[in-house]
C-alpha cells in the first residue's frame, strides 16, 4: 500500500467532519481545492477536505505514458477495461487516510467520499466496501468499475449515494454513469442522480449542490 500525498483545506478549527476528495485522471489534488469556497457550507462549520496525489503510473490507452493515475485503464471498448488490482490498492491507500481521520477525532460516519472520474471508480470501491459506518458517496462522472466484485460492507448498506454526470461528457459517457446508477440500485442501495448539461467537468449548479449533500449528510 503507497501512502498518499495530499492538501489539506480547514474550513474551521478542529474539524469534526472529513471531505476525501479524488481527482481525475493525470490531475492532482489542486483539481478540486478551488471549489471549496463555492460550496456554500455554512460560515461555522468547521470541516476538513483532504485531496490526496495519485501516484505515477503507465497508462495504456496513453500510449503507456506515465501520469498521475489511480489505476491503468487498459481499453476503453466495452465502457472501460481497468487494473482492478491497482485500483483496490488506491482504495486501500484511501482507506489509510480514513483511518488517519479517525484518529484525528473525525467519527468515521462524518467521513464522505468524494472522487472525479476515476477518482469516482475508487470512491465506490472504498465507499461500499468500508468496515466502518461512513457520511456518503459523491461520484462526479464516473463509473462503477468494480461492480462485480466489491465485497459490500453491511455497514454501508444504507450509505446515502449521490452521483453527477454531464450529458455532453465525451470522456466518459453518460451511459456509464447511469450504469454505475442501475447496478447500484440493483444491489440494494438507494442513489440520488443529477445531470448537467456539460462536458467532463463540474459547473457551478454541481457544486451548489454538492454544497446541499454535504450540508445533509454531514449535518452541517
Known amino acids: 500500500m503507497q501512502k498518499l500525498d495530499y492538501i489539506q483545506f480547514d474550513t ?17 489534488g489542486h483539481d478540486f481545492e478551488p471549489v471549496v469556497p463555492e460550496l ?14 495519485a501516484p505515477d503510473l ?9 501520469m498521475p493515475a489511480w489505476y491503468d485503464i487498459k481499453s476503453l471498448e466495452l465502457g472501460r477495461t481497468v487494473d482492478k488490482d491497482q485500483l483496490m490498492a488506491s482504495a486501500d491507500s484511501v482507506a489509510a487516510l480514513v483511518e488517519q481521520e479517525i484518529e484525528r477525532g473525525v467519527k468515521p460516519e462524518r467521513i464522505v467520499i468524494a472522487g472525479f472520474s476515476q477518482g469516482g471508480a475508487v470512491a465506490y470501491e472504498l465507499g461500499l466496501s468500508y468496515p466502518k459506518r461512513l457520511a456518503g458517496i459523491l461520484a462526479l462522472s464516473t463509473y462503477f468499475a468494480t461492480a462485480d466484485s466489491v465485497t459490500c460492507s453491511e455497514a ?6 449521490s452521483v453527477f454526470h454531464g450529458t455532453h461528457d ?19 442501495y438507494s442513489v440520488e442522480y ?13 457544486i451548489h449542490a454538492i454544497g446541499r449533500f454535504l450540508r445533509d449528510v454531514l449535518a452541517l
Open 12 to 28: 474551521g478549527e478542529n474539524p469534526g467532519a472529513a471531505v476525501i476528495w479524488l481527482h481525475g485522471l493525470g490531475a492532482s
Open 58 to 66: 503507465p497508462v495504456t490507452i496513453n500510449g503507456g505514458i506515465r
Open 194 to 206: 443529477e445531470t448537467y448539461p456539460m462536458e467532463h467537468a463540474v459547473c457551478l449548479e454541481e
Open 170 to 188: 465525451p470522456m466518459v459517457p453518460e451511459a456509464l454513469g447511469q450504469d454505475s446508477v442501475a447496478k447500484l440500485q440493483d444491489m440494494g
Open 40 to 53: 456554500g457550507l455554512p460560515q461555522d462549520a468547521s470541516v476538513r477536505f483532504i485531496f490526496p496525489h
Open 156 to 161: 454501508n448498506r444504507d450509505i446515502p449515494i
